[in-house]
């Protein structure tokens, strides 16, 4: 019963308050989803995610859904359609791309203890409640995927996701997939998400929520 799961899952979530908790008394909300290239499914998500915000006082006309592109080209049109289901395209909510190559559209957080720059997209770093979703998976260098990569390299510029990609990051052995001791590439995006989330772990608790899914 997938579509119980999530529901369940956001009742109930692990070592956070339920998303109607978190939701309430916010002016707006951005739904982070990956693009087309990743198999997460997004139109079993999202739904029960705008239904919970709606009955929280966020009704889908103060909810952006950014899609989280990192450096690859924006989803077209007929792909968001694909990718989102129709129930969340004739939902009323803002449907956008992430443009890692436009500089304009990032806010500057400083740097992390390795001095990557952290730009990240402005429409997430000023969102008043942020939701994070993805798929857990191994991941080639980053130990695994889901979490933190939504942010990293997902909504980062290009001068912060080519450092994160840089060869510093990726020479290490335990720059590898399945493992997070010591992984600098898993590190860095977590400290780039920290930033982003209001500067650590603690702050992200009452302004942030994940709903990941493992296939």
């Known amino acids: 019963d997938p579509a119980g799961a999530v529901r369940e899952a956001l009742l109930h979530p692990i070592a956070s308050p339920p998303l109607a908790e978190i939701a309430t ?3 707006d909300a951005v739904i982070v ?18 239904e919970t915000l709606g009955q929280a006082g966020l009704p ?23 990718m989102l289901g129709p129930q969340v395209i004739a939902s009323g909510c803002r449907i956008v791309n992430h443009v ?13 203890s390795r001095g990557l720059p ?6 997430y770093v000023e969102a008043d409640l942020k939701i994070l979703t993805g798929l857990i998976e191994p991941h080639l260098m980053a ?8 942010i990293c390299p997902g909504l980062c510029s290009v001068r912060t996701v080519m450092s994160w990609h840089s ?4 020479d290490p052995d335990e720059a590898r997939a399945g493992n997070l001791w010591h992984n600098p590439v ?19 608790r009452t302004s942030v929520f994940l709903l990941n899914v493992v296939l």
């Open 25 to 27: 008394g916010r002016r």
């Open 143 to 150: 130990g695994y995927s889901g979490g933190r990569k939504a």
């Open 60 to 82: 889908p006309e103060q909810v952006t859904i950014l899609v989280a592109t990192g450096l690859h080209r924006g989803n077209t049109d007929e792909e968001l359609a694909e």
């Open 167 to 170: 060869a510093e990051m990726l």
């Open 186 to 204: 898993h590190e860095q995006a977590l400290e780039v998400a920290d930033l982003a989330n209001g500067g650590g772990p603690e702050s992200a």
């Open 100 to 112: 890692a190559r436009d500089p304009e559209s990032h806010a500057d957080l400083g740097r992390t």
């Open 33 to 50: 989803v990956s693009d087309i290239t990743r198999p997460v499914p997004n139109a079993l998500l999202l739904p029960p995610l705008l």
């Open 118 to 123: 952290v730009h990240v997209d402005r429409r």
